[in-house]
């Protein structure tokens, strides 16, 4: 009874069938597609090189970093975006103007309430009607 190794992926040649080799070589072929140089072990790369599309996979690790790298820039990105836009938002909500102490707004609203209102306080009250 053998083993059954099956891959797929970018690294591998489609529909490739290799002959029989031993379970010691997955680890250097592993190494070799995520860009990771093996420790030292009795496997060998050159007996499951050929199931291998091309050698530029083995920068298989900075590509992984590279994405990564660039998925936290734009995480952060946004972010940072979206702190800035509600911190905008609620100054605005807020309608702080320090130069202008003794205007002051009134507002009466649908359900009943004043709405009274300076640049420094808000004042809500009940209507008497």
Avoid: W
């Avoid at 940072?80 to 609203?109: K, T, W």
């Amino acid at each position: 009874m053998h083993p059954i190794f099956l891959a797929h992926g970018p690294a591998f040649k489609n529909s490739y069938k290799i002959k029989s080799f031993n379970n010691v070589d997955i680890y250097p072929l592993m190494c070799s597609i995520l860009g990771v140089k093996p420790a030292a072990n009795n496997g060998s790369l050159d007996n499951v090189v050929d199931m291998l599309k091309s050698s530029h996979y083995a920068n298989f690790g900075l590509v992984f970093v590279m994405l990564m790298s660039v998925s936290f820039l734009v995480t952060t990105i946004t972010i940072i975006m979206v702190c800035y836009l509600n911190r905008n938002r609620s100054n605005s909500d807020h309608n702080l103007d320090n130069d202008n102490d003794d205007v002051s707004n009134q507002v009466i609203n649908n359900d009943g309430y004043q709405n009274i209102s300076t640049s420094q306080t808000a004042i809500l009250v009940e209507n008497e009607n």
